[in-house]
DNA sequence: CATGAATGAGTTTTCATTCAT
DNA sequence: CATGAATGAAAACTCATTCAT
């Protein structure tokens, strides 16, 4: 039975996904999925190629997403935020989430992403991040990606992704956590270029 | 000649540093520590116990200087920042790095104490967390301890300790980029407060 | 349909053949088996009980076939050879393999049955070269069956049924090739006993 | 102990020829050597990086001697054999053995390499038999390096190598054994070739 | 008949740790 | 003190085989 068979898969991948999120993949044990998904080591075989078909399956979707939220973003090339324009911004922020392409970023499994230490996600993950940082450089007005603004913005950025989806589970309220967390953010970088201006 | 047996063990304490610092705790080979600490698997289990111990040794000193900073930062009760003093306190926070306290914070092994996974580090680590976290709620007058605020910067802090230490390893940088860190956090989360206001 | 049954069954089998060629008995693998077969891994045990009794039904007939060659070879008990009888025998030689006693030799199958390690035909084919190396050495009037001259014969001819099976597959050529080798050798083990007489 | 270390490598080596000359190289098992050698399976991994690494320095040597025999042969780039240069070579085929090139052949471990079905050592091979038959064409004053009375040569001598090798384990009479073998091919040629003159 | 999910013992390999020398 | 041989458990993965549907 062909449902059978996907409730299985299914079953084994949310028990990969909590065991991924506890010891990180590198620390998680196969066995230990595989008794979590109530079957044996050797079945999970017929379900995934090994290991990392399984991180394979569960990262594909939040990846794909993430690359094309950041795309998207590139390929806007709207101009600089003024000082007014940002302000707005941040009054209207708790309609932000409701934009379709920032819901991507509160997926349980980009902790899994952030904490890989093997594999060639690590690669695609370390891309994503230094385009996403490019792009908000230039968004920012500065000159340098490598600026400290920018890096503090990413690092917060991901650092809340991580905690929001760690401690508040429920998409709904994590949803205004992430707001919250953004716009001290942004008031901070925005009060920053005021002084510097 | 005990000044041999020290700097062996220094030898010992730096490679598993860097190993763990690589490949997470959990991750790093006792192995290679030996490899790259230029003496034999056997001969560590002369000096440490296991591998645990040498964790023990290595986070002993940056955890007991948190923890120290922590408590003496509760115990000051000094009163809540007004916006005015906020204000003073972000002008001069070009030195606010020289203070002796904040400089426990630039250590690399942090880092290793953040991606701990096993080991009863873990809540020695989240048990200071939490504790910050309450001071910095009460300082910043929050009513509740897991608001988004405080994990907001506790997270921020965490985030940029971490990227600040694996980015800039000389200390006088390091300051520097912390210190930008620090001050556009707290314009963001005063300027928040002001609106509230 | 019992058609259908035996063509299934013929597939496997064939499948199985090109597996055991390829990879030997012992390191073919019945899940590649059962997708060059173009069914399923369970499939395969409604037709044969295991992986042996697929060998089993591959090496009945060939080794049937030369049981029954040698025995009939042995029954003659045909008068040894003289040298001007041998020559003839030479002459003669491109209808020799027209002899429908030697076609069995000319079996993929063979080369199969010559690379197994285990299993109960092991025995089987060993007492077989046996059997054939003592009428040969009595064919060939030498005292020991371990004779070395019977122990070339008997190499030589298992190492060029190898290959001509494995690089002449066309049964037409493989003929020809068998032939030329057989040739050989005879001239050889006849000259080497014209020199001692 | 740098005596007892080799001591064991050697136990092990041996161990893992016996096993891999009775059920190949794929077949055998790093349990059984460890066990056959006594010792632990983890211990094997202190000697040898991996199973190949063991069969890397079993066929090291042979497999040398073996490159260095086909060489020097093909650099000699001596005149065809004329009828009588052959006989003459026959006559003293006692003494060819002698020849210190010829030794590398009867070398067991070399019937380990023959039967190799995965590992870079097959192209090793493989190459190594094409050299030679090329060499050996030209010797012979073959047009084609994929005639038949080449292949029937390089079998058979690979098949007697195999032969003597796995049953006259003495190296006395193993060459006394090859050099019957050698002899009596070399007839088989030689009265081929003058049948076609 | 056919499917493919399930099993359990097998494989090679790695690891932290112990211990004799 | 130092060495490195030894151990045993656990890792990921494969395999022949069974069985419910």
């Given at each position: 039975?062909?449902?059978?068979?996907?409730?299985?898969?299914?079953?084994?991948?949310?028990?990969?996904?909590?065991?991924?999120?506890?010891?990180?993949?590198?620390?998680?044990s196969?066995?230990?999925?595989?008794?979590?998904?109530n079957?044996?080591?050797?079945?999970?075989?017929?379900?995934y190629?090994n290991?990392?078909?399984?991180?394979?399956?569960?990262?594909?979707?939040?990846?794909?997403?993430?690359?094309?939220?950041?795309?998207?973003?590139?390929?806007?090339?709207?101009?600089?935020?003024?000082?007014?324009?940002?302000q707005?911004?941040?009054?209207?922020?708790?309609?932000?989430?409701?934009?379709?392409?920032?819901?991507?970023?509160?997926?349980?499994?980009?902790?899994?992403?952030?904490?890989?230490?093997?594999?060639?996600?690590?690669?695609?993950?370390?891309?994503?991040?230094?385009?996403?940082?490019?792009?908000?450089?230039?968004?920012?007005?500065?000159?340098d990606?490598?600026?400290a603004?920018?890096?503090?913005?990413?690092?917060?950025?991901?650092?809340?992704?991580?905690?929001?989806?760690?401690?508040?589970?429920?998409?709904?309220?994590?949803?205004?956590?992430?707001?919250?967390?953004?716009?001290?953010?942004?008031?901070?970088v925005?009060?920053?270029?005021?002084?510097?201006?």
């Amino acid at each position: 039975m062909q449902t059978k068979k996907d409730e299985i898969r299914k079953t084994i991948l949310e028990a990969a996904q909590k065991e991924f999120l506890i010891h990180g993949y590198e620390g998680a044990s196969m066995r230990t999925i595989a008794k979590k998904a109530n079957t044996t080591l050797g079945n999970i075989y017929h379900y995934y190629e090994n290991k990392e078909a399984i991180l394979e399956e569960l990262l594909r979707e939040p990846v794909e997403k993430v690359k094309k939220m950041i795309d998207d973003h590139v390929k806007l090339q709207d101009d600089l935020y003024t000082m007014a324009e940002m302000q707005e911004l941040l009054g209207d922020l708790d309609n932000l989430m409701d934009y379709h392409e920032m819901q991507c970023l509160l997926d349980e499994r980009l902790v899994i992403l952030f904490d890989l230490r093997t594999t060639h996600f690590v690669k695609i993950r370390d891309d994503a991040i230094h385009k996403f940082k490019q792009h908000l450089a230039w968004h920012l007005g500065m000159d340098d990606d490598d600026s400290a603004y920018v890096d503090i913005i990413m690092n917060t950025f991901i650092a809340c992704v991580r905690h929001v989806l760690s401690e508040h589970k429920g998409t709904e309220e994590s949803k205004k956590e992430f707001i919250k967390v953004f716009k001290v953010l942004c008031a901070g970088v925005m009060s920053n270029r005021k002084e510097e201006e």
